[in-house]
């Protein structure tokens, strides 16, 4: 899978569900969440995400990036689970996994970039 990724014309009201595992894996992560316009970026630490899910709601005319940041204490393969689900509590689209291998010391980066229906 490719280090970046993509949701199109998510729907208006949808939910985006954020898990990282495992659990008691020898790395840490968190997320930067970005949205377009005059709002403050925010920090999701590893207790939001592991196990999860992180929920954040999305809003029509939005765009959204979410930057994940990986360090590895030792050897490990860490899973990064992204969906998103529509207002009705359907799937939106096919969800995003990243499984991340990792030695000690490795810092590793994934993004996922969502844009709303106008």
Do not use: C
């Amino acid at each position: 899978m490719r280090t970046i990724e993509m949701y199109e014309n998510a729907p208006d009201g949808s939910t985006l569900e954020v898990r990282l595992t495992p659990e008691g894996g020898p790395f840490t992560g968190n997320v930067l969440f970005s949205t377009s316009g005059p709002v403050d970026d925010v920090t999701w630490p590893d207790a939001d995400i592991r196990p999860g899910p992180k929920k954040q709601p999305l809003s029509r005319g939005k765009a959204y990036m979410v930057e994940f940041h990986l360090a590895f204490m030792s050897e490990a393969t860490a899973t990064i689970a992204t969906q998103i689900r529509k207002p009705n509590g359907d799937l939106y689209s096919t969800p995003k996994v990243w499984e991340v291998d990792g030695q000690q010391g490795d810092p590793e980066l994934r993004v996922l970039i969502i844009r709303t229906e106008a």
